[in-house]
C-alpha cells in the first residue's frame, strides 16, 4: 500500500510523479551547468551580465555553480513537496523553471554563436 509521506511506494518503486520530478531535477542541473559555463565564456569575451542580482555571483565561476546548486535543491524541495499536497503541483513548477532557464541558456548560446564566435 502507498503511503503519500513516502517517495517509494510499496513495490520498492519510485511513484511516477517523483520520477518526472526526479527527471526534471536533472535536466535543470544540466541546464544550470549550460548556464553557468555559457555565461563564463560570454564573460571571458567582454560581455557582461544584465541582471543585476547575478552580477556579483557571475564574477566567480565556483561562487555561481554554489548559488545555482542552491537553487537546484530548493526548486526540489519545493516540488517534492508541494506534489505531497496538490496533485502535479510539483511537476509544474520544475516545468516552468525548465523552461525560464532553456530560454536562459538559448539565449547565452545565441550571444556566443553571434558574438564570440566571430
Do not use: C
Not at 543585476?52 to 519545493?78: D, S, Y
Request: proline residues 1%; without cysteine; hydrophobic residues 60%.
Amino acid at each position: 500500500m502507498y503511503r503519500r509521506n513516502r517517495l517509494i511506494s510499496a513495490a520498492g518503486k519510485l511513484d511516477s510523479r517523483e520520477g518526472e520530478i526526479t527527471a526534471g531535477i536533472l535536466l535543470l542541473g544540466l541546464l544550470f551547468a549550460m548556464d553557468i559555463i555559457s555565461t563564463e565564456i560570454i564573460l571571458l569575451n567582454g560581455g557582461q551580465e544584465m541582471n543585476r542580482f547575478m552580477a556579483f555571483f557571475t564574477e566567480e565561476p565556483l561562487i555561481h555553480g554554489i548559488l545555482k546548486t542552491g537553487v537546484l535543491l530548493l526548486v526540489a524541495v519545493a516540488a517534492w513537496y508541494a506534489n505531497r499536497f496538490v496533485k502535479f503541483a510539483g511537476t509544474i513548477l520544475i516545468f516552468l523553471v525548465i523552461t525560464w532557464y532553456a530560454i536562459v541558456v538559448a539565449n547565452n548560446l545565441e550571444l556566443i554563436v553571434l558574438h564570440v564566435a566571430h
